[in-house]
């Protein structure tokens, strides 16, 4: 299935996204052969950001091959990119109970224990 075969199947997903069954049943009536669609790529994406200005001199610059370290680094990071998820999550709590009792108890546990009471304190007692 080519990419603009792809293109042409309506998704019922969450904003008009393709879901595995759209696929499946595409695949069920699609009929052959399949005619390709000429795309156009002379639409360039428009951004914000300026073009960076490179100095390039004519017979001054070279290309300079990476040492083995700097390969493997590479590789190393590119493989990290390829077989681990790289997303950041969020939850939102509202401490402000754990901020007064840590406030409240904070100077008695000092005196006693010759330690600082953190944060960390009240959620270890838990496990």
Same mark, same amino acid.
């Given at each position: 299935?080519?990419?603009?075969?792809? @293109?042409?199947?309506?998704?019922s997903g969450t904003d008009g996204r393709i879901q595995k069954s759209d696929v499946f049943n595409y695949l069920k009536s699609r009929k052959y052969p399949i005619q390709s669609i000429?795309?156009?790529?002379?639409q360039q994406p428009t951004t914000s950001f300026p073009k960076p200005k490179i100095n390039f001199v004519e017979g001054k610059?070279?290309?300079?091959?990476?040492d083995r370290m700097r390969k493997m680094i590479a590789d190393?990071?590119?493989?990290? @990119?390829?077989?681990?998820?790289?997303?950041?999550?969020?939850i939102e709590v509202d401490v402000t109970n754990l901020v007064d009792w840590r406030n409240k108890y904070k100077d008695d546990f000092q005196h006693k224990h010759n330690e600082k009471l953190t944060f960390l304190h009240p959620f270890l007692l838990r496990l």
């Open positions: 299935m080519s990419i603009e075969e792809l @293109k042409t199947i309506p998704g000429p795309t156009t790529n002379n610059d070279r290309i300079i091959e990476m190393h990071m590119v493989y990290s @990119k390829q077989t681990s998820p790289h997303v950041t999550s969020y």
